[in-house]
């Protein structure tokens, strides 16, 4: 037992309340599918500090199908970057079904990286060579993202290039339009072995935490994509990620997602957690029926909408202080200076530029009304990226055109190292070890000499 079983309680408290959900029914169209359990319902969440937990059948394994469309669109991006995957494959909402003839009117172009007929080109857009076959990238790709290595259910991927037609279908369509580049029966092979490649509800949340945490899977800690991919894919993800339900998705669970007609579901809370769930019963969009009402409490238990507030205040703080909160406040008409005149602003956490700007209103308001000196201390703080240190600089920079005094309170140098500091500010900011040190040598300035 320990405290973190509560978050596994969690999960077990979801999937006991929906397991008892027989509606819809599994996919057919690919006849080995139906060999599953119906019953089976597995739910994982991994954290961006690599910490899974999961309920019930969580290391069932089952084919990806369409969740691996994302993963395979991140390859192609990471490859040939998204200018020339756009002129390829488009990322607007088809609202139709998965395996719908949605191609843009006059190019052929498919609507979305999401959709069968987008999907397939994406597989198709995957450098192929001798030395390194596409597929082979797919898989290791895919085992990547999943943190450790998958493999394919070779009936699985009988059974769908024997029954395959229509993807065949749409591949030839496409070809027609000038829109694939490659041999479609090939393309297709290629798009239905990904399908058929293996995993768990578990990986699943790991492939998802590794899209949320910025490319980087928190589990092996390596990095699979670039935090530009990885946040290109989340958002036609968001958009287009559950088809003719996308919109609905977005509005209800707010969270980028993907589902496969095999019964996966994976969810990503950017910067959060990677949430996955297995149950192969279906709905009419081709979505897990226990894994979409799961999922949908678990992003409301979590907070994990999108649009719901995402800078949360207090992650971190800025606030206005006035010297007087000093403890060793010196007499007479330092003491007066240092208490009037003297702003002290303290900020804590990591910085963003949303931060950055909060430490800056907050350096406005402070001091007397005539702009008296200001410190700035940045002793709690953890970290600052570069937005807000390009803000921060020009900020201080600003205060100093404006003749304001002001002295930072800095010794793990989050603003940046003392060159760098004066390059950007064009002064030498004065620098202290302690926050009363630094208000007394600014009342001092104050107090005149004497
Ligand atoms: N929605 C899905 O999971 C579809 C994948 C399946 N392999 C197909 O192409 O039909």
Redesign the pocket.
Same mark, same amino acid.
């Given at each position: 037992m320990s405290a973190s079983e509560a978050v596994t309680d969690a999960l077990r408290e979801l999937h006991a309340r929906f397991a008892g959900v027989d509606e819809g029914r599994q996919?057919d169209?690919?006849p080995e599918l139906t060999r599953s359990d119906p019953d089976d319902f597995g739910l994982a969440l991994v954290s961006m500090d690599g910490h899974a937990y999961s309920a019930g059948a969580a290391d069932t394994p089952f084919?990806?199908?369409?969740?691996s469309?994302p993963f395979v669109y991140a390859l192609a991006l990471a490859a040939l970057g998204l200018d020339e995957v756009s002129r390829w494959v488009g990322a607007e909402p088809s609202g139709e079904a998965? =395996?719908a003839i949605s191609l843009e009117p006059g190019t052929g172009r498919p609507a979305n990286a999401m959709v =069968?007929a987008g999907?397939i080109v994406t597989t198709a857009l995957v450098p192929d060579s001798r030395e390194e076959p596409a597929f082979g990238r797919i898989l290791s790709c895919l085992s990547r993202f999943a943190g450790r290595k998958l493999d394919v259910d070779e009936d699985v991927h009988g059974s769908?290039a024997a029954t +395959?037609d229509? =993807?065949r279908a749409l591949a030839y369509l496409i070809r027609s339009t000038g829109s694939l580049p490659v041999d479609p029966v090939q393309a297709v092979d290629t798009?239905?072995r990904q399908?058929?490649v293996r995993a768990t509800a578990v990986d699943l949340a790991v492939m998802a935490a590794t899209l949320a945490y910025g490319g980087v899977n928190p589990v092996t800690g390596e990095r699979v994509v670039s935090p530009e991919v990885a946040a290109q894919v989340l958002a036609v993800m968001a958009t287009c990620g559950m088809?003719d339900s996308s919109g609905d998705w977005l509005l209800r669970v707010g969270l980028p997602a993907k589902? +496969?007609?095999?019964g996966g579901l994976l969810a990503a809370g950017p910067a959060r957690f990677g949430l996955a769930a297995y149950s192969p019963l279906l709905d009419a969009s +081709?979505t897990s029926v226990r894994g979409r009402a799961a999922l949908g409490a678990l992003s409301e238990r979590l907070g994990l909408h999108l649009m719901r507030n995402p800078a949360l205040p207090g992650s971190t703080v800025t606030l206005v202080t006035t010297a007087d909160v000093l403890p060793s406040a010196p007499t007479g008409r330092l003491a007066r200076a240092l208490h009037e005149r003297v702003g002290v602003v303290a900020a804590q956490g990591a910085l963003d530029f949303t931060a950055a700007e909060r430490v800056l209103y907050a350096l406005d308001e402070s001091g007397s009304e005539d702009g008296g000196p200001v410190v700035l201390d940045l002793r709690e703080v953890t970290g600052a990226d570069s937005d807000a240190l390009v803000l921060l600089h020009a900020g201080l920079s600003r205060l100093a055109r404006e003749g304001r005094r002001a002295a930072v309170v800095d010794p793990g140098d989050r603003l940046g190292p003392p060159d760098l500091l004066r390059e950007r500010t064009g002064q030498d900011l004065p620098r202290f070890g302690s926050r009363e040190e630094a208000a007394e040598q600014c009342a001092r300035v104050l107090a005149g000499p004497g």
């Open positions: 996919a169209y690919i084919t990806l199908q369409s969740v469309k998965f =395996n =069968n999907a769908e +395959g229509r =993807n798009y239905f399908c058929a088809y589902s +496969g007609v095999s +081709g």
